[in-house]
């Protein structure tokens, strides 16, 4: 599976990365704001300077895939085609990885059949083919990240080993500082441990307690150097208002108005830049509350909008016949799977499925914080693997001959 996965990644790559090699504005579509701090660290000006030019030390991006980023750059050169090559293969190399835990968690919850079923899915998955090679971002590390946490969850289910403790703090860790948005599921996923254990009458609270140490350990020199930056708390990264007026600024025709950013909009750069960056993003927090305040209907119904994007990719109706995001082919695939992962997870209810909970709570919790800023594509993947993981059970289901065959092999 990894193998065929990361051969047809590849090849797709071959025909896509050189969009990563345009040199309009500043190389800007190499990694955007990432591109741009990675820069700052190859080049001895530290994690800095997200727009372009240099504005001082910044808080807007976490800091695991931006250092993996700086790291190709000083040994591939900055912006260069061996660069793009090399972070690109990373990336696809993530996402074939996800294939093993993708396999090993439908193994563990519906079967090996089942397992069979979901890491091929995955394989062929069209987001994941797509967003590993066309984005350098850290969407497809925190998919991987992501859907191990969901794995070590359910190994932690029956194991109350230090060691096994410790690693799962520390991948909490390692994952917060890729995307901060992946600690919505950290609560759920460890209060479930908590749950089963106590089901069976041991107790595990002294092992999570020691995980809790180490992930505050590996992430408070973070929070720390972020906050001294501001002069204020910053728990991980500073730009939720700022998302926030990305997805409700008076441009409703897409999920995202790009154009209310700083690297878009000459205006607001010369603001953030004038004010810097603390300043700017308090004043853009300010905003967003007194958005909520003032337009709470209409912060309602784009909330609702969002919800319905982030599932079906539908935002205007009808959808049209563009291959975008929004178009009618994207519609039709991103909506597919949805059903499928709902005929799952009926299909896990109905059949007292206990162990597939750490599947479903990533795909409650996660995308929340994007249903009040702005949705993308990109945004709802790092839970795709839990849509496969349902998608793969429900298609079984749909199917009820092959749905037979399928536990009388695993049964006998």
């Known amino acids: 599976m990894v193998v065929a996965a990361l051969a047809l990644r590849l090849l797709v790559m071959a025909f896509t990365f050189r969009a990563q090699l345009d040199p309009a504005l500043d190389h800007k579509a190499f990694g955007y704001e990432t591109g741009r701090v990675a820069r700052s660290i190859a080049t001895g000006r530290g994690f800095s300077s997200p727009y372009g030019e240099p504005t001082g030390p910044t808080a807007l991006i976490p800091p695991a895939y931006t250092y993996l980023l700086a790291g190709v750059f000083k040994l591939f050169g900055v912006y260069t085609t061996a660069s793009a090559l090399a972070i690109l293969s990373l990336n696809n190399l993530f996402s074939s990885l996800t294939c093993l835990p993708v396999f090993l968690v439908a193994r563990r919850v519906f079967g090996a059949r089942a397992g069979v079923w979901a890491g091929w899915m995955w394989a ?12 350098i971002w850290e969407t497809t590390l ?12 359910l190994a932690l289910e029956e194991s109350s080993t230090l060691r096994g403790w410790i ?3 520390l991948l909490w860790a390692l994952a917060a500082l890729s995307s901060p948005t992946t600690l919505s599921t950290l609560p759920f996923l460890g209060g479930w441990i908590w749950w089963r254990h106590w089901r ?10 020691a995980a809790s ?16 930056v501001y002069g204020r708390l910053v728990p991980f990264r500073s730009g939720f208002g700022l998302d926030f007026l990305v997805g409700n600024s008076d441009d409703t025709r897409t999920p995202s108005d790009w154009n209310v950013l700083p690297a878009d909009n000459p205006e607001e750069f010369q603001k953030y830049k004038s004010l810097g960056e603390p300043a700017y993003m308090a004043e853009k927090q300010s905003e967003a509350f007194d958005f909520i305040s003032r337009e709470t209907g209409r912060f309602a119904r784009q909330t609702l909008r969002r919800i ?7 935002w205007g109706f009808p959808p049209g ?22 005929l799952g997870i009926a299909g896990a209810i109905r059949d007292g499925q206990a ?11 996660f995308p929340l914080v994007y249903y009040i800023t702005h949705a993308d594509i990109r945004f709802r993947h790092p839970v795709d693997p839990e849509v496969v993981l349902f998608a793969a059970y429900g298609a079984a289901a749909a199917f009820p001959e092959k749905s037979e065959r399928m536990s009388a092999a695993d049964n006998s």
Request: hydrophobic residues 55%; positive net charge; proline residues 5%.
């Open 142 to 153: 925190t998919t991987l990240l992501m859907t191990l946490l969901v794995l070590a969850t």
């Open 167 to 169: 690693a799962y703090g």
């Open 200 to 209: 069976r009458g041991s107790n595990c609270t002294a092992a999570a307690f």
């Open 213 to 228: 140490l180490v992930f505050l350990a590996a992430v408070v020199p973070w929070v720390w150097r972020c906050s001294r």
């Open 355 to 365: 162990r597939a909970i750490p599947l479903l709570l990533p795909l409650i919790f």
């Open 124 to 135: 062929l998955f069209p987001y994941s083919i797509t967003l590993s090679s066309i984005t």
């Open 321 to 342: 016949w563009t291959l975008g995001d929004s178009g009618l082919p994207n519609v039709l695939t991103y909506t597919l799977f949805t059903v499928l992962a709902l």
């Open 308 to 314: 319905l994007f982030t599932w079906t990719a539908i």
